[in-house]
């Protein structure tokens, strides 16, 4: 007799021998109670859910279930470990409820499994736990079977005995349990009878059988409508439509020796293998006796791609890979036909039964992982935590785990079962290595022992141990004058080996206050990448060459920099048009009217058109052409003096008037010009004489001006190039001096590089010859030009020459008289 504890009730006359065992009775109680809890504590969460549930249903409270506080799920990390595939589930880490991630498809989940669990595992840590959760998938009548085909032709000698069997094809329903198919229908005939065959995992497979012998006399073809349905309220059904074809003279069916046949594959067998051979035997002669095998119409594609049977003998062999854990049996089914002219056909069932062995490597999982370890981490920083398991068994699930030498990582056990932490035994410097890529070696104790390995990336932090540094020092750069202003000129770059916000850079321009480099208040840089702006336009002709310094920064904290010097050359550009000094109106136009009497001769100098050019060298060479002339045939041009001359002897049926525009450029890539018109009016020789002394008048006046000018300049000239004039004058005063007009005539003169100025004071010639000059410049001491001087033989007397040859910041005059 029980009481309510449970315990066995004693008679009266054993209470005395049974007080001592009382006395243990509450020590036994707590025994009880401590293996409940204990029970409770290892006992796993189940649920069960309906499929095709809407993304975001509830599966159920987990922290509730479990007994956890809610507040500290979050601070816990309380989460489901995660596989390769995207997760069914998800877990409110809040409050702990677990709801479908997706729309959940039983079918497509768990396939053709009978019951559809979902084994989930759930972590938290601070301390680590881990917790296991089935979620059972129940099914829902959500398809109808289906066959095959659509129809199904059979062919059936009319020697067939009533009896005789044909196995049809089996009607496919992706639902499970009573949802996939349960029964079939055949429709109403004589002659046929269904049989339903119930072969388990592989479902229930529909048989033919003749009731009454077929007579090809009375009824070539019978047509059959074959209906599955499943177990569904209300059920849903397929149909296939079987067309018998009555066959005719052959009539003994193959019969197999054995009434079943199975035997034991071991997986991964080498193709080619033989599995088993089955035989038949048929009664009939020739080749109504000849039996050739082949598979079932009914087997499975999947099967045809792992076996292969001989139709001669029998025989089934390895046609391909063979897993144990993807499927541990096989039932196939072989057909037996003679070859008769109407075959017979038997089928049999073989069962291929796999046996297992060790082919199943270590898996790795990496459960934590940090996203960076910092160049500065002592030795034993935890960097990941992985999870390493085999789903064998015995010896061969027994794992052996390390890192790959080499590495500054090493794995440590952790305190739960198949956990390891990869952590630091060595400093870490960033600098030589940024990133490791660390791999885990995971070696179980089968025989032959199967290994996994797994790499884990690990990136190290930076800290800012490193300046920036300029890819060139100094930079030199040459920009073009009158560059665009507000545009990047130049750019400078520099790189840190740090990363992160201590590699990012950023520049300035070193402005001290006093410096005296003016010019940086005109450049600008753009702190992010470099490039300097001119804020004006440079000129060649007031600035050649100037520097300064850049300073770059990183971002890091505390903050490196370094600084570069910058050197900048300004290129000349031809930008200054030619000036027209001669000839030149009142009102400032390049005009001018020249007489001349009609009696010269041809070759006679009309008036010589002087320019000049602010650029250098081939920018400030000037070239001469005549672009309009009212006659062609009465005046030449220079095109290197810009003297104009007679052609030719004017006639009486010439023109009074002439009208000449002369075209001064110069020769730039972009050459530039200026125009020039001259007015030519040929008087009689009286009028022109009179002209002459007017002017003559005139040129005095001029003269005497620059005559002062001359002295001004002579009198600054520094006395120790007084002896060399001297010396110049004496040299040239021993010599001829036979200058005549024709001087600027010769070959070797080009008018530009050397310019020379010839004018009268009463009874005496000037020429004057200077750098940068054209006919008609005034003289500028100080110029920094630099001037040929052309040498020339010819004197005259009464004549004096002035020659103002131009070195690098200074000038010197020489004056020749006779």
């Not at 840590?125 to 032709?153: A, C, G, M, W």
């Not at 020769?667 to 018109?677: C, E, K, Q, Y």
Request: aromatic fraction near 8%; proline fraction near 4%.
């Amino acid at each position: 007799m029980l009481d309510a504890f449970g315990f066995v009730l004693l008679p009266q006359n054993m209470k005395q021998r049974g007080c001592e065992a009382w006395r243990l009775r509450p020590h036994l109680l707590a025994v009880l109670i401590l293996l409940l809890f204990f029970r409770a504590a290892a006992a796993q969460l189940r649920y069960s859910i309906s499929e095709e549930l809407k993304e975001g249903s509830f599966v159920g409270n987990i922290a509730k279930d479990l007994g956890i506080d809610q507040n500290l799920m979050k601070q816990r990390g309380f989460r489901i470990m995660s596989g390769s595939t995207e997760p069914l589930f998800k877990v409110n880490e809040n409050d702990g409820i677990l709801y479908a991630n997706n729309k959940i498809d039983r079918e497509e989940v768990c396939k053709e499994s009978s019951a559809c669990l979902i084994n989930l595992k759930t972590v938290l840590e601070n301390p680590l736990e881990v917790h296991y959760i089935t979620v059972e998938i129940t099914d829902l009548n959500d398809h109808s079977p289906t066959f095959p085909e659509k129809t199904k032709r059979l062919e059936i000698s009319e020697s067939a005995l009533p009896g005789a069997r044909y196995q049809l094809q089996n009607a496919h329903d992706p639902d499970g349990g009573t949802n996939s198919v349960q029964q079939y229908k055949i429709s109403q005939n004589e002659h046929f009878r269904l049989e339903i065959k119930d072969r388990g995992r592989d479902g229930k497979t529909p048989i033919l059988q003749l009731q009454k012998q077929l007579d090809r006399e009375a009824k070539r073809t019978h047509k059959l409508k074959l209906t599955a349905l499943d177990g569904g309220n209300p059920p849903k059904t397929g149909t296939v439509e079987i067309y018998i074809d009555v066959m005719d003279v052959n009539d003994n069916m193959p019969v197999f020796i054995k009434d079943t046949y199975s035997t034991v594959l071991q997986e991964n067998a080498p193709i080619g293998t033989t599995v088993i051979q089955v035989n038949a035997t048929d009664l009939d002669d020739g080749p109504n006796g000849e039996v050739v095998y082949s598979f079932g119409s009914d087997v499975k594609e999947k099967i045809r791609e792992l076996f292969d049977i001989d139709s001669v003998t029998g025989e089934i062999i390895v046609k391909g890979p063979v897993d144990f854990e993807e499927q541990d049996s096989y039932d196939i089914d072989i057909q037996a036909s003679d070859k008769g002219a109407i075959p017979f056909r038997t089928d049999k069932s073989v069962i291929i039964k796999i046996g297992d062995t060790n082919d199943n490597p270590p898996e790795i999982e990496v459960t934590s992982l940090s996203s960076a370890v910092s160049e500065d981490s002592r030795p034993g920083t935890t960097v990941a935590l992985i999870s390493i398991t085999d789903l064998d068994f015995g010896m061969n699930g027994k794992i052996i785990s390390y890192v790959v030498e080499d590495s500054p990582f090493a794995l440590t056990p952790s305190i739960q079962d198949n956990m390891f932490a990869v952590v630091t035994k060595t400093h870490i410097d960033r600098e030589q290595q940024s990133i490791y890529d660390i791999t885990i070696i995971a070696k179980d104790a089968g025989e032959p022992a199967l290994t996994s390995e797994k790499t884990i990336t690990v990136f190290v932090s930076d800290v800012n141990d490193n300046s920036p540094k300029f890819s060139v020092s100094p930079y030199t750069f040459y920009i073009i004058e009158n560059n665009t202003p507000g545009a990047p000129v130049f750019s400078v770059r520099a790189s840190d080996r740090d990363e992160g916000d201590n590699a990012l850079i950023s520049y300035h321009i070193l402005r001290n206050a006093g410096s005296g480099n003016e010019v940086t208040s005109f450049l600008n840089i753009n702190p992010e990448n470099g490039d300097i702006l001119a804020l004006k336009s440079f000129d060649f002709e007031s600035l050649k060459t100037f520097q300064f310094r850049v300073v770059a920064t990183d971002s890091g904290t505390p903050s490196l920099s370094s600084n570069v010097t910058v050197n900048v050359f300004i290129l000349d550009q031809n930008d200054n048009a030619p000036v027209i000094l001669y000839p030149v109106s009142s009102n400032g136009s390049a005009e001018g009217v020249e007489e001349i009497p009609r009696n010269v001769n041809a070759g006679h100098l009309v008036t010589k058109v002087r320019a000049y050019d602010a650029d250098i060298g081939y920018n400030g060479w000037l070239l001469f052409s005549l672009q309009e002339v009212t006659d062609h045939s009465l005046f030449g041009l220079d095109r290197y003096t810009g003297q104009i001359r007679t052609l030719r002897s004017f006639t009486e049926t010439d023109k009074a008037e002439h009208k000449l525009l002369i075209l001064v450029k110069d020769n730039g890539n972009v050459s530039l010009s200026a125009t020039a018109t001259v007015i030519v009016k040929v008087v009689e020789p009286k009028e022109a004489f009179a002209a002459a002394d007017v002017k003559s008048a005139t040129n005095d006046e001029e003269d005497n001006n620059v005559t002062f000018y001359l002295m001004i300049t002579l009198g600054s000239v520094s006395t120790l190039f007084l002896i060399s004039i001297i010396v110049l004058i004496a040299m040239q005063c021993s010599k001829s001096t036979d200058y005549t007009s024709k001087y600027l005539q010769e070959t070797n003169y080009d008018g530009t590089l050397c310019h020379s100025i010839q004018y009268r004071s009463g009874d005496k010639r000037y020429m004057l010859v200077g750098p940068r000059m054209s006919i008609g410049s005034t003289i500028v001491p100080g110029s920094h030009a630099n001037t040929l001087m052309l040498p020339d033989r010819r004197h005259t007397s009464g004549e004096v020459r002035l020659l103002v040859c131009n070195t690098d910041f200074l000038d010197v005059l020489i004056l020749n008289t006779c």
